[in-house]
């Protein structure tokens, strides 16, 4: 997202609808696909297609991103937060 943001929305563009800001967008990742990245021989559309096949397909099952918890806040405004890193 910040690429996208850095180079396509500055400053930020203004269109009519949201059918043209989206052609808009796509129009410019596809030129971007076609770049060739400093140091690369390699467009960036060669790349994706040499790592394609390392990417795995989304989880079919749903996954919480966060633990949701009830908590209470005393008279002193404290609260118990819990801290915890997967490994």
């Known amino acids: 997202m910040g690429y996208a943001r850095g180079n396509f929305m500055v400053p930020i563009p203004r269109f009519s609808n949201w059918d043209k ?49 009830t908590a209470r806040v005393s008279s002193l405004r404290w609260q118990l937060v819990l801290h915890w890193f997967a490994a």
């Open 21 to 69: 800001l989206n052609s808009h967008l796509e129009t410019e990742c596809r030129k971007r696909r076609e770049r060739q990245l400093r140091g690369r021989k390699e467009t960036t559309d060669e790349r994706f297609e040499l790592h394609r096949a390392a990417l795995v397909p989304f989880a079919m099952a749903p996954y919480e991103a966060c633990e949701k918890a």
